[in-house]
């Protein structure tokens, strides 16, 4: 049950995470909407007309090298609004493919770099990748940045345009300038691992352990500090890994564990500051670094607020 607990709050925080992001992202996507609509439009134009000019260089020269990928004309015409450009992209069997005699073959359902372009637009309220996974890299971007230096190249008249479009396409959707959140808040951490631990199941264990730590830390009244880390480390021993991590949860971040907390600091219930190191990729000796919900965050705490000073 405590696995399993563990495991539903740390779904529960990625959920809210993924919420915060998603609405982060349509944010930007809609202040953005006017202009990549209609740089898609223009965009698309461009790649049509580039592909108007293949294809009757091809037939003018009247045979092919290979089996070549031919945009049909009926899909070549010149649109004037995103949602043309829309018809487009779903559209069926847009390419011919020749042999070397120009004999059709069959037909395909490629799309242009644009058409691919909208697809990661459209899917901003999806599972699907969208327009920010697409400039989340310099690898990921490579066809867009391909697709505006061939239009540069084939259309130099246009470059300054291209070119803007570009810049304000990483502007608005690359990681380096959209700032999406890592972890969700405080508050929210609370409020999540509350819901989930203030049930009844796990109260008896919460009183139990927090009964033997006083008895314990009585020991201290006889200033008896090797005897208290003496049982603090049998008591550990006793503990699995999501027993202890409950343990720590529910101090951290509910109101009933206020007064567990306030016994539990600076005793190294979960290890030393050497037990705690995950330097040169070392794990914790009591526990898995991955088995914590925020592990980066989680450990800054057990070092700075659970460790004997």
Not at 151 to 156: G, N, R
Not at 225 to 253: C, D, H, M, V
């Amino acid at each position: 049950n405590i696995k399993e607990t563990l495991q539903k709050i740390e779904i529960e925080s990625k959920n809210k995470l993924n919420s915060t992001n998603n609405t982060i992202k349509l944010n930007i996507h809609n202040e953005n909407k006017q202009f990549v609509e209609e740089s898609l439009v223009f965009l698309e134009n461009l790649e049509l007309q580039m592909e108007s000019e293949r294809r009757a260089s091809i037939f003018q020269s009247g045979s092919v090298l290979e089996q070549t990928d031919i945009r049909k004309e009926i899909y070549l015409k010149h649109i004037n609004t995103f949602s043309q450009l829309e018809e487009y992209f779903r559209a069926n069997n847009k390419y011919e493919v020749y042999t070397t005699e120009l004999t059709a073959l069959r037909t395909e359902n490629y799309d242009s770099i644009t058409e691919q372009l909208l697809q990661n637009y459209n899917s901003i309220n999806s599972t699907k990748r969208d327009l920010f996974s697409l400039f989340s890299t310099k690898q990921e971007a490579i066809p867009f940045v391909d697709l505006i230096n061939d239009l540069c190249d084939k259309f130099p008249e246009n470059l300054d345009h291209l070119k803007n479009i570009e810049t304000r396409m990483h502007a608005a959707f690359s990681s380096e300038n959209v700032h999406l959140k890592t972890e969700i808040s405080e508050k929210e951490k609370r409020e999540i691992i509350s819901s989930f631990l203030s049930r009844n199941e796990f109260g008896s264990f919460f009183r139990t352990i927090h009964r033997i730590i006083k008895i314990i830390l009585s020991f201290s009244i006889l200033k008896r500090p090797k005897t208290i880390n003496k049982y603090l480390g049998i008591l550990r021993t006793q503990l699995s890994e999501e027993q202890l991590l409950l343990l720590f949860y529910n101090a951290e971040y509910t109101k009933r564990g206020e007064k567990f907390k306030k016994n539990v600091s600076n005793v190294n219930l979960w290890g030393d500051l050497d037990e705690l190191d995950t330097s040169d990729d070392k794990e914790p000796t009591h526990f898995k670094s991955s088995a914590l919900i925020w592990p980066e965050n989680d450990l800054k705490i057990l070092r700075t607020k659970y460790v004997k000073k």
